[in-house]
């Protein structure tokens, strides 16, 4: 049964598309839904706590989410995508912007949650990779990259913490149908595209017990893509 009634998750970058609608789904799935992000503004109906907090700061993040405990699942949703800049380009920022937002941002929430799992012996992790992070992509080489190493750091804490009752799995997702990629692609065929409402089902049945045999497995969310 796919039940994370009465759970508490933490869920990062909860004010946007996808973290929202995750949010709502958990929430009346009957879970604690607790919604982390850096843009301002309190508790909504999708949220039964909000905090407004800077993911890249380690040592904030740590205090803040550790002093949350008890925390069954954390998804990490928080990151972001930039294309245009060549493998090769001496003047790009784009390497570190990547790697901040899309990997930094994920391991300081999972060094915050991580050791209360373990003491407790429970516990669910699900990061948002990337399809485009399988293969290298002309002019997107940061951001594949970036998720590249998602996958790499989900599949290695799985292998650390499977044995001590903690789960840590990732969802690849194409292109999400956000408000934001309609219009970078105002021709494309969204019918096509992943709905936040789609992967967050997907995202879960990750966290409920029922995915308990699941270990550092990368799941492909393609939509009709």
């Known amino acids: 049964m796919n039940s994370i009634k009465g759970k508490r998750v933490i869920v990062t970058g909860a004010k946007g598309a996808l973290g929202k609608a995750l949010c709502e789904l958990l929430k ?3 879970a604690v839904t607790i919604g982390v992000d850096m843009s301002a503004g309190g508790i909504t109906a999708e949220l039964d706590e909000y905090y407004q907090l800077d993911l890249l700061d380690r040592e904030a993040t740590v205090a803040q989410l550790s002093a949350l405990a008890p925390i069954d699942a954390l998804v990490n949703v928080a990151g972001g995508f930039s294309m245009g800049d060549g493998a090769f380009d001496s003047e790009s920022e784009q ?5 901040r937002i899309n990997v930094e941002t994920m391991r300081h929430a999972t060094m915050a949650v991580m050791p209360g799992m373990c003491q407790r012996g429970a ?11 399988l293969a290298g992509q002309a002019d997107m080489s940061a951001y594949c990259a970036s998720k590249a190493a998602v996958l790499r750091l989900t599949e ?6 499977k044995h001590r009752g903690v789960n840590v799995n990732a969802v ?3 292109i999400i149908d956000t408000a934001p990629n309609r219009a970078a692609m105002p021709e494309a065929d969204f019918s096509q595209w992943v709905a936040p409402s789609a992967l967050a089902g997907v995202i879960s049945f990750l966290i409920s017990d029922a ?3 699941l270990h550092g497995a990368l799941i492909p969310v ?3 893509s």
């Open 211 to 213: 995915a308990g045999a």
């Open 28 to 30: 009346s799935q009957g």
């Open 123 to 133: 516990g669910a992790i699900v990061n948002i990779g990337a399809l485009a992070a």
């Open 222 to 224: 393609k939509g009709l």
């Open 172 to 174: 690849l997702p194409s």
């Open 156 to 161: 290695s804490l799985s292998e650390e913490v």
């Open 95 to 99: 390497w570190q912007l990547m790697f």
